[in-house]
Each structure stands twice: as C-alpha cells, then as structure tokens.
C-alpha cells in the first residue's frame, strides 16, 4: 500500500532519508518541509519552518499523511511528534520527553551518572561564579565547557587554561551568545581517543545499531579551523570493532533505553551515540535524538533494508522483527562548502556540472543537498554554508574515497571550499590493523 509521506527539515541529512525511503515498494507521494532546492528532484517542498509546530501538524493533517518523518533536533525538542500523535499522524522520532536527551545536556549528563553509563566526569552549574571555582579546583586542562540547550552543534568550548575558561564562561553565561542555552553549562573533563558515530533504531525496546561512521568536523585539512557541522564522512568506522561494538551494546545502547524507560521517557526513533573510545573504554560523549549530519549521508546508502517498514516498526514498537542489515562495503561523503563557512559566506553562486541535481552517468555515487536553491529561470545556485554532500560507496574505504573525490572535482561554483583529507586518519587506522 503506497504510504504518504512527509520529512520534516531541509538539509543533506533529509535528502539521504527521502533517497532511501523512496527505495522502499510501499514509499508513495513523498514530500519535505522546508526541503530545498535539491531536495526538489526527489520530493514536493513545502515552505513551512521546521520549528513551527503548529503549522507543520496543519499541513500534514489537510495533507493527509500516512507517515511523518520529523529528520531534525529543534522540532523533536519543541515536540512535533506529540503534537502530530495527538491528531492521529504516526511519527519517527522522539516525543518531547525523550527529546531530551540531545535538547539538555543537563538531562543527559544526570541520566548518565544516575544509571552508571560510562561518560566524562561532569558537573552541571548556573553560576558562573562557582564554575570557576570548581575549574581551578580540579586544576585539569584542557577542559571542556558546553551550554546546556541547543546551541546548533557549536556551544562546546575546549579551553586549554584557566584565562580560556574564564572567558568561555563570560561567554556563554554573562554574554549569553547562545541566548538561554547558556543558563546552565556542564563542566566536563576532556577525553582523548578515537571519536566514533553509532547511529541506532530502537522502539524503546530493542536497539538495532547502524553501521559505525567516522565525522571530520574542522573546516580545514589536518583537522585544522574551526567546527563546523561536518566536512565529510566516511563508514565504517575502523576504530569501531566487533569487540568494541559488543562493549558498547552492553554498557552503553542497552543500558541508556532502559535508563529512558526508568525515567518513565521511553525513546523511539534514530538514538544516536557520539562515543569516545578512551583508555578505559568507550564513553559517550553526547547522545542525538535523530540521525547525525552528514553521518546519514554515508550510513543509510549502506543500508539493505526497507527504511520505512524499520521506520514504522520503531514507531509500533516491533523492531524486533525486522531485519536491519548493512552491505559489507564502505562509504564516503566529501562536503562541498560555501567559502568562509563556518563564518560569512556568500549565497546564490550557480553551482556546474550536476544535472536534475546528481552527476550523469556515474554508478554508486549520490549527491545530497544541504544547501540549494533553484532560481526562477531554473539555475540550481548555492544556498548555504554546507552546500552539496558527495557520496560514493564501494567494496572497499580506498575505492569509495577515490571515487567520492573523483565525482566531487566534476562540481564547480565560486569559491567551493571541501577538504583534501576526509577518511585519510581511517585509512591509517585500517593500514596499522593489516
């Protein structure tokens, strides 16, 4: 039975779910809100702000949609999936409750220490006063600063001394540049190790774990420059091995559904766990309540599953029976961005080379776009600081890095900016396994 469909958000990370949602027999009409230009190829757009709520829940109801996907944080937290439930409309993603667990740092810190999940050690603080003094006390650096609320990715400060923290703390909590986010903040020691991607479905019940991924978040080669949302991806993640997975679903994804459904929050949908693999083991460093970007770019053309029926069974709570299986290969994602980004960037530069928004003729490569505009005339145009996600997958990381490159040199606009190394420290991880 064709299934209506409506995916909530606009950037790469929609795009991939609308790609392989589309893959599925029982995918219908499929629309996205905002979406945006490119995005346009593969679904109907509809201009409606992802954080209004209550037009979004309007929209779908007049629409009549069998099925929304809300793909992005600040609807999830703001409650979409509640307010959709509440008008008979089944949804993937957390209700507000869940939500949580990405919308306040606090929570999950408290949750983590409360049912012995392994993270950094933390305190939590809402005066700036007494941040310091516990800064100086515990005299570690560097040390790591995080506002409390959604802060877009980019409320995280490492501070290598004690003049660094004391003007991260003006910061965030006197200057409030991340508005209310900055509150409460949570003081964290700073964990060394490989970082590694898990995103995961569960139904509350069961956690059926996706495959690993690997996240280059500064803007400039040798991991140089400063965070941005991601410059490229790569999956597997080397790092992440059978021996390492299996600690964590023991110590870590079990034990953090089951903490959710102890605090009477039982969460559904994508839980994904940003995890630090230190000298003494994994630990999380931050939980997602949705499915990472631009992890999903590399993760779901992975995917050999139907996505919507695994979907739908974390919304009904029958995971259990449904087969979630990754291909053997590997995949990976070089981000073409605007220049400048993640500072000033200028929009609406005509991007070449593609046409109906992918690259003719090339096999196992998909380009999603983040940040696209057409224009009246029909010129598709950059809209946005990340603009294009090029994948490609292969039997092996070299062959899937090649040819993700290879594909993304066919693509030009004004000052394209994308990095040189994406997947470089994995291949040295996998050459030092061999």
Same mark, same amino acid.
């Given at each position: 039975m064709a299934e209506k469909i409506l995916v909530v958000g606009g950037g790469g990370r929609e795009h991939a779910i609308i790609k392989?949602?589309?893959?599925? !027999? /029982? $995918? #219908?009409?499929?629309?996205?809100? !905002?979406? +945006? #230009? &490119?995005?346009?190829? /593969?679904?109907? $757009? @509809? +201009?409606? @702000?992802? *954080? /209004?709520? /209550? *037009?979004?829940?309007?929209f779908a109801v007049e629409e009549k949609f069998d099925y929304v996907v809300v793909a992005q944080d600040d609807p999830l937290a703001l409650g979409m999936v509640d307010a959709l439930a509440a008008v008979g409309i089944p949804a993937f993603g957390p209700d507000k409750a869940a939500a949580r667990i990405e919308a306040s740092k606090v929570f999950s810190k408290d949750l983590m220490k409360k049912y012995g999940i392994p993270t950094a050690k933390y305190e939590t603080f809402d005066d700036p006063a007494k941040v310091m003094e516990y800064i100086k006390a515990e005299g570690k650096y560097p040390v790591v600063i995080k506002a409390d609320g959604l802060a877009l990715g980019k409320g995280v400060l490492i501070c290598e001394n004690e003049q660094q923290a004391a003007d991260g703390v003006k910061e965030i909590m006197l200057d409030k540049k991340f508005g209310a986010s900055g509150n409460h903040v949570v003081v964290e020691e700073f964990l060394t190790g490989p970082e590694v991607s898990v995103l995961s479905f569960t139904d509350g019940k069961v956690v059926k774990p996706m495959v690993s991924s690997m996240d280059h978040k500064r803007a400039n080669d040798h991991d140089t420059g400063l965070n941005t949302g991601g410059m490229g991806t790569i999956a597997p993640n080397p790092y992440y091995t059978p021996e390492v997975a299996a600690e964590c679903m023991e110590k870590i994804f079990l034990p953090t559904i089951k903490a959710m459904n102890a605090e009477g929050c039982p969460f559904k949908g994508c839980l994904y766990f940003g995890l630090m693999l230190t000298p003494d083991g994994p630990k999380v460093i931050e939980y997602n309540c949705r499915f990472g970007d631009p992890e999903t770019q590399v993760v779901l053309p992975l995917l050999e599953g139907d996505l919507l029926h695994i979907m739908q069974a974390c919304t009904n709570g *029958?995971?259990? +029976?449904?087969?979630?299986?990754?291909?053997? &290969?590997?995949?990976?994602?070089?981000?073409?961005?605007?220049g400048g980004y993640p500072v000033a960037y200028e929009k609406g530069k005509p991007i070449t080379g593609l046409v109906d928004g992918q690259l003719p003729g090339e096999e196992n490569v998909t380009v999603y776009h983040s940040g696209t505009a057409i224009t009246e005339d029909g010129t598709l145009v950059t809209a946005g600081g990340r603009v294009l996600g090029v994948t490609a997958t292969g039997p092996r990381l070299t062959n899937a890095l090649s040819h993700a490159y290879e594909a993304a040199e066919k693509i030009s606009f004004e000052k394209l900016h994308k990095r040189s190394d994406i997947g470089l420290r994995a291949l040295k991880a996998l050459a030092e396994k061999e």
């Open positions: 392989a949602l589309k893959k599925s !027999p /029982d $995918c #219908g009409e499929i629309w996205c809100a !905002p979406g +945006n #230009g &490119g995005i346009s190829y /593969d679904a109907k $757009c @509809k +201009n409606i @702000k992802s *954080t /209004d709520v /209550d *037009t979004m829940v309007g *029958t995971l259990e +029976n449904e087969e979630v299986k990754f291909s053997d &290969g590997a995949a990976a994602c070089v981000i073409l961005a605007s």
